[in-house]
């Protein structure tokens, strides 16, 4: 009788299709048949994983859910199955510091498969090049052509984006998030960007502001802070292209401090396949997938064969070119146990900030009290 395996992504192309088309190359190659379902983008970013690994074999799953999962022993470690040259192979092909954001406590819970951090997109219809600093951000956004996604945890993406490229980093390990100061600085950057915006951002993902952005008479012509997707690059996807550069800067800076995003293939360790769920996932991750049959069928590879293959860019417009620097330079969220319910309070108090009036102080304050209580009294840090 046949394997049969049953995995879990997101419901976009770029999410579903590349993972179908890999499938299908697989069963050619072994036999072995993965059925793939989707979830929406909010229930991807909340949804808890443990449900899942109860029905799924394989899992997509982002960074930040690992110090979670692996305290709950949902999923199984991808390090010590026997793969030690493989492993290595992925680990030295990673493209900024995606394989390193799935390893906790010692071990690897996933492997990348689709790389992606904030970067920047525009109309390269309407305007001749992304723009390259804040101050010409702030020009377009004054005469109504940008859009940034401000819809939770979105909100708190740029917040965190917007503290590291200033040089200081929110804190991964606590207990305190951000210096109180250096908190304000970037909630009130963040305010007077937000202001600047129409409010229904508040309503939107990355993937409404791309809708929006693609079609032929949109008003928006860049989002200065949105995490990348390929699909949109490529032409014929939607009425009208969209280009990808790197995030803009402050002046003398380079493109540093975007929060990483991407997703990595996780295997259950409560259903009973596990070894063939594994070869799949390795299969799914390498350097030879990642670059054909996962690039070809839509995918955002996390691979860096895929990012350095010319054809490969040309088919996405340049988006791996155009943005490289900025995912090579990106800051990893925290991942703790508690991290997650973090991430959804954080989302919410920072667009209270943005919406409400007053000092910005005491909405840091109340940040740093959250991320404090979020720190297992046990945690010291993870892997670094």
């Not at 997703?263 to 799914?284: H, K, M, P, Q, W």
């Not at 069928?297 to 155009?322: C, E, L, N």
């Not at 959250?370 to 010291?380: E, G, K, M, N, Q």
Request: aromatic share 8%; hydrophobic share 45%; charged share 20%.
């Amino acid at each position: 009788m046949a394997t049969r395996l049953r995995g879990m992504t997101w419901n976009h192309p770029r999410g579903l299709d590349p993972m179908v088309a890999a499938a299908a190359d697989y069963r050619a190659r072994t036999g072995v048949e993965v059925t793939w379902d989707a979830r929406s983008l909010q229930d991807f970013e909340s949804f808890p994983v443990e449900d899942l690994a109860r029905r799924y074999d394989l899992i997509v799953i982002d960074h930040p859910h690992v110090g979670r999962v692996t305290a709950d022993g949902c999923l199984a470690p991808l390090d010590g199955v026997g793969r030690d040259a493989d492993l290595a192979a992925i680990a030295a092909g990673t493209v900024g510091r995606s394989f390193a954001s799935y390893a906790w406590r010692g071990r690897q819970w996933a492997l990348p498969i689709d790389a992606a951090t904030q970067v920047q997109a525009y109309r390269p219809d309407r305007l001749d090049g992304p723009a390259t600093s804040f101050e010409a951000v702030a020009a377009l956004a004054r005469a109504g052509r940008v859009a940034i996604p401000l819809r939770p945890p979105h909100s708190l993406m740029s917040f965190f984006t917007l503290a590291a490229h200033a040089g200081t980093p929110c804190s991964d390990t606590g207990p305190v998030l951000i210096d109180r100061d250096a908190g304000i600085a970037v909630l009130e950057r963040l305010r007077a960007l937000a202001a600047a915006v129409d409010p229904a951002c508040f309503t939107m993902d990355p993937i409404a502001v791309f809708e929006a952005m693609a079609e032929p008479e949109a008003a928006i012509w860049c989002a200065p802070l949105i995490y990348g997707y390929v699909s949109y690059a490529r032409e014929g996807f939607r009425a009208r292209r969209l280009a990808f550069a790197d995030m803009p800067t402050d002046a003398g800076r380079p493109p540093v401090g975007s929060a990483l995003g991407g997703t990595g293939i996780a295997v259950s360790a409560l259903r009973n396949d596990r070894e063939a769920a594994v070869n799949f996932a390795y299969f799914v991750a390498s350097g030879a997938a990642q670059r054909g049959v996962y690039a070809a069928g839509g995918g955002q590879p996390g691979h860096a064969a895929a990012w350095d293959d010319a054809a490969v860019d040309a088919a996405a417009g340049g988006f791996y070119r155009g943005t490289r620097a900025t995912l090579e330079g990106a800051w990893v969220r925290p991942r703790h146990d508690g991290y997650m319910t973090f991430q959804h309070e954080a989302a919410e108090l920072v667009n209270e900030a943005l919406t409400a009036g007053g000092p910005a102080g005491p909405f840091v304050d109340r940040l740093n009290a959250r991320f404090a209580a979020s720190l297992p009294t046990t945690d010291h840090g993870g892997d670094r």
